[in-house]
């Protein structure tokens, strides 16, 4: 018996340090998307009242420390956006994006705005990011037809 519960020990020991590292990747990938944001809301040169509001609302949801935060707003930092190369990925990071901005289940006028510069960056044209944002809207406010809701459920 005993060495059975030594090897669940071992089992759940490795099993903690893996739960620890996807943590820590999901925080730094929350961190990069932060820095993004960041970037984009800053790219004017300043960031507008309006803006810090939503980036306060960002490093909320995406459990950014104060050190972190203050690390990424100092103006000698620029954090660009990175397009990965293939669609798919694109989508991915714009997906992220997507699951944060609706974490409270709203979206205003300057998320729609960072949404697009954000898409922009990312490598989609200005077409392509308006139409991928409309439906993605769509599909995380819940206001999809029958059709589509049909075609995500057998695809």
């Known amino acids: 018996m005993t060495s059975k519960k030594f090897i669940f020990a071992a089992n759940k020991i490795d099993f903690m340090a893996i739960a620890d590292l996807y943590s820590s990747g999901e925080h730094r990938r929350n961190l990069a998307h ?13 960031v507008s009242t309006e803006e810090k509001s939503m980036l306060d609302r960002f490093a909320s ?12 707003m100092k103006k000698e930092n620029v954090y660009p956006i990175s397009p990965p190369h293939d ?3 694109r989508l ?4 992220d994006l997507f699951r944060i901005i609706f974490s409270d289940h709203l979206i205003d006028d300057q998320e729609m705005v960072l949404l697009k510069k954000y898409a922009i960056g ?4 200005g077409d392509q990011a308006d139409k991928v944002i409309e439906k993605s809207v769509a599909i995380f406010s819940g206001r999809i037809d029958f059709d589509d809701y049909l075609y995500l459920l057998k695809n």
């Open 122 to 125: 990312l490598g989609f044209s």
């Open 92 to 95: 991915e990071r714009l997906y």
């Open 34 to 46: 932060f820095a993004a944001i960041a970037t984009l809301a800053s790219i004017d040169g300043e």
């Open 87 to 89: 669609s798919e990925r």
């Open 61 to 72: 949801k995406l459990d950014i420390t104060e050190s972190e935060y203050k690390e990424v």
